[in-house]
């Protein structure tokens, strides 16, 4: 089985738990070598060498002579060789993705600590929402994963732009792997004003630009696992493939009849939101701190998430992360069904033929336990392209229409009402999600309907249900990307999948729908 | 299954210079995006010709003394050692049909 981990062949050069020591020097692609060496005594022909820090007794040592398969202190796991008791810190633990992951990760061994500073949940109170699954307070929610699963998380309240406090805490804990959920992640939040907008770029990427220096002054070797998403490429309408950040060798330009490899450049970005620019600046901040001092990074460009399932939130109705269905924070398969199972029509925007990524939480929790189990090399920007499958809105909304009435006995209607963004809601689509099967070992399984059910469980419960019905005037959305302040129309009602049933108001008017 | 032959500053005489073989060398960096994005091709090579041409690859921060020797000044660089000797060098990112001209000539 050993030989068969993806992460069995990395090396100490990998690890974060080494110090780097020697001949270390940052530079370009092109940066003189022979410049730079002419400004050194000649003593200095020392190769780079590693020192452990879990075994300082073994002194220096070539970074390459030791694989993690060898290492006593990497150990087999579901998910690849995991160093022991890693110390993970999670930034933004409190949300819907970094409560699952700090659950998941302390039951794997890993000594989870993380940070939050309630700003999700104030966002979505500010909206005059609330998540459907009630979840306790942090206090509640640490004791009871003690109680009930025997995991300690050490959990700080800070916000990541008081960079003292953060690099205080990082210095204290001296993570291995740091992921980075701590971001505020909508689009339509960022598009509400100037205010919001300036907020939301702010905080992403003035924190993140805080976190990489202070990650450079304390804890260089450590891996940065870094949440961006599908949304930073847009959709092109060339078609042209949607590459894990940066283009293949063998994709060429060709200009005036001569040819360059674009291997290694960054893909363009094609940004759909104010939100969405702030993680543009993010790809680009991250790229260019590895590439100045030799920090480890992933970006991770997830596409839509859905899900309310893994075995440890699962455990414990106090246990449960969040989940939201207003038109800001609520992501769309999860909106789909909380209408669903209200009788509110699924609401598709325009078209309904925008195609994105989709992967259930599970399983980005898989996604991500991978990717810290293989720390990317001494100055390494990796991107993955974190998805399981794709389709289009409209078939994923037929999907939960489905499950809802075959397995609930539920009516689910579904209708298009106007868009409120400026998109293309009809485009080519071809992601490449290959690193993570191909790199890191990770089995897709389309989980879709399987995770739905889920949810349709989860939510048919009578208090959230009940907790559904409260805030149903916040699922359709309200905010236009031309700033016109209104609520969308319905443009039809589709009454079955397949069989489209148009409603026609009388004289061509649309029909006003949610209230 | 061929890999591509990882050296070092101290098999670089041996593997490369006294090869009776040809042998393509990829001066790479793990810092160096371009570098990663060449590995795959690398890899396909190995496996392909090293019937005809011995595929290496050597990290230059890990062997300084073979980078500066040859007088890397960015990364990638391919060299193409024909009797120990250099026929051709590139510079930057190539695709694998650049690549195969490369070995051609």
Redesign the interface.
């Given at each position: 089985m050993s030989g068969k981990l993806h992460n069995a062949e990395c090396t100490c050069?990998n690890c974060p738990a080494i110090n780097l020591a020697g001949?270390?020097?940052f530079r370009a692609?092109?940066?003189?070598?022979?410049e730079f060496?002419k400004r050194k005594d000649t003593s200095s022909?020392s190769?780079?060498m590693a020192e452990c820090k879990r075994r300082p007794e073994l002194g220096l040592f070539?970074?390459?002579s030791i694989t993690f398969r060898e290492c006593p202190e990497w150990v087999e796991s579901p998910y690849g060789y995991l160093l022991k008791n890693m110390r993970v810190m999670i930034l933004g633990m409190d949300g819907y993705l970094g409560w699952t992951l700090a659950l998941w990760l302390s039951k794997l061994g890993c000594r989870v600590s993380g940070v939050d500073n309630y700003s999700r949940r104030n966002w979505v109170k500010e909206r005059g929402s609330h998540t459907v699954v009630p979840v306790a307070t942090m206090t509640d929610r640490l004791h009871v994963a003690k109680e009930v699963l025997d995991t300690t998380i050490d959990f700080r309240e800070l916000d990541i732009m008081d960079r003292e406090l953060l690099k205080e805490f990082i210095e204290e804990i001296k993570p291995e792997a740091i992921v980075h959920y701590g971001e505020c992640p909508s689009a339509p939040y960022s598009m509400i004003d100037f205010e919001h907008a300036s907020y939301v770029q702010k905080n992403n990427v003035i924190g993140t630009l805080g976190l990489l220096f202070t990650m450079h002054e304390a804890v260089p070797e450590t891996s940065l696992i870094k949440l961006g998403t599908m949304g930073e490429y847009g959709t092109p309408l060339t078609g042209r493939p949607l590459f894990e950040g940066?283009?293949?060798?063998?994709?060429?330009l060709s200009w005036q009849g001569r040819?360059?490899?674009?291997?290694?450049?960054l893909t363009p970005r094609d940004p759909v939101s104010f939100y969405h620019c702030s993680k543009v600046q993010d790809t680009f901040n991250v790229?260019e701190a590895?590439?100045y001092w030799?920090l480890r990074s992933y970006d991770v460009m997830q596409g839509v998430i859905y899900g309310v399932h893994t075995d440890q939130v699962s455990a414990d109705p106090r246990l449960r992360t969040r989940f939201d269905i207003d038109e800001c924070f609520g992501t769309v398969i999860n909106r789909y069904v909380a209408q669903a199972v209200i009788g509110f029509p699924l609401t598709l925007y325009g078209a309904g033929e925008q195609v994105r990524g989709f992967i259930a939480l599970e399983e980005a929790m898989r996604c991500m336990t991978r990717l810290i189990a293989k720390p990317?090399?001494?100055?390494?920007?990796?991107v993955v392209n974190q998805m399981s499958g794709y389709c289009s809105m409209r078939r994923l909304a037929e999907t939960v229409k489905k499950v809802g009435e075959k397995e609930f006995g539920l009516k689910v209607k579904i209708q298009r009402v106007e868009n409120p963004r400026v998109e293309a809601d009809r485009h080519p689509f071809e992601p490449i999600f290959k690193n993570l099967p191909e790199e890191f070992g990770f089995v897709q399984k389309n989980m879709l309907e399987e995770e739905i059910y889920r949810m349709f469980k989860l939510l048919t419960q009578r208090r959230i249900k009940g907790r559904i019905e409260e805030k149903k005037h916040l699922i359709l959305p309200k905010t236009w990307w031309s700033g016109v302040k209104k609520e969308v129309e319905r443009l039809e009602l589709i009454e079955n999948g397949n069989d489209i049933k148009k409603v026609k108001a009388e004289d061509g008017e649309t029909v006003s729908v949610g209230r | 299954m061929a890999k591509p032959l990882a050296l070092a500053d101290n098999s670089f005489e041996n593997e490369v210079i006294a090869s009776k073989q040809p042998v393509l060398v990829d001066f790479w960096a793990s810092w160096c995006p371009p570098c990663k994005m060449v590995e795959p091709t690398i890899g396909e090579l190995a496996q392909e010709i090293s019937d005809k041409v011995k595929i290496t690859k050597i990290n230059v921060d890990q062997n300084p003394k073979s980078a500066s020797d040859y007088n890397i000044m960015g990364v990638p660089t391919f060299i193409l050692f024909k009797d120990g000797k250099e026929v051709t060098r590139r510079v930057g990112a190539q695709s694998k049909a650049q690549l195969l001209d490369m070995l051609e000539t």
């Open positions: 050069w001949k270390v020097d692609c092109g940066q003189s070598t022979a060496d022909e190769h780079i070539d970074p390459t940066m283009f293949p060798a063998d994709a060429v040819q360059w490899s674009m291997g290694g450049e790229y590895c590439k030799w990317p090399e001494p100055g390494q920007y990796g | -």
